[in-house]
């Protein structure tokens, strides 16, 4: 009989299924490797335990997210549709891979941080979220003009918490989400920027900054 080979993709798709289905506590080697169908050893000849295995789920997640958004923002359109671009771009990425937006909710960065974890996997974690703070603060500077700890969390909320917001419940019960989601997010991201976080004296209309980590 043939051997049957089993992707690590795979086998961290089986890791972020358990998780979702049945909790973190639940994600065990033996429960992951009957989720995915494959022998235990398949597991163990990749990661050295559950606790790596669910570290590397959750930074593919968080990888897969930060290339939703571009390494170049143009300032010469309006500063909110540009913000209003980005959280549908998130939105849509939620939408075509929920399991990974679930992932990254149910699972927070402080959990995984308590995990038992190697040196070199920490350090993966403080790459991934040095990365996710550089994004979000040169997307500030280039939208709003500066980057203060209050226009930071500003962008966070409209570009990366609300958009999952709007989907989370539909995401959580496998539904479909209705068009009309998808519709009201750049409404009511308009009025969390509101017109004064728009208007501001130090940002230059016409230039191009490299969100590249």
Not at 53 to 61: P, S, V
Not at 153 to 180: C, E, H
Request: with cysteine; aromatic share 4%.
């Amino acid at each position: 009989m043939a051997r049957t080979l089993f992707s690590t993709d795979a086998l961290l798709d089986a890791a972020r299924e358990v998780v979702l289905q049945r909790g973190p506590r639940a994600a065990t080697i033996t429960a992951i490797a009957a989720e995915a169908g494959a022998p235990v050893g398949s597991i163990y000849h990749r990661f050295d335990s559950v606790d790596e295995m669910l570290a590397q789920a959750w930074l593919r997640a968080v990888r897969r997210t930060h290339e939703v958004w571009p390494q170049t923002v143009t300032t010469q359109s309006p500063a909110i549709d540009i913000i209003i671009e980005l959280a549908l771009a998130l939105f849509d990425h939620c939408v075509a891979d929920p399991h990974d937006a679930l992932l990254l909710d149910r699972l927070p960065s402080e959990d995984v941080r308590n995990l038992r974890l190697s040196p070199d996997t920490l350090a993966q974690i403080d790459e991934a979220e040095k990365t996710t703070t550089y994004l979000m603060t040169e997307l500030a500077k280039a939208l709003l003009g500066r980057a203060r700890r209050d226009d930071v969390d500003l962008l966070t909320l409209a570009i990366v918490d609300m958009p999952f917001s709007f989907a989370k419940r539909y995401l959580q019960q496998g539904q479909r989400l209705p068009r009309t989601r998808r519709d009201r997010l750049p409404g009511a991201v308009h009025a969390v920027i509101g017109s004064n976080a728009l208007n501001q004296p130090t940002r230059t209309a016409n230039s191009n900054t490299s969100t590249a980590g």
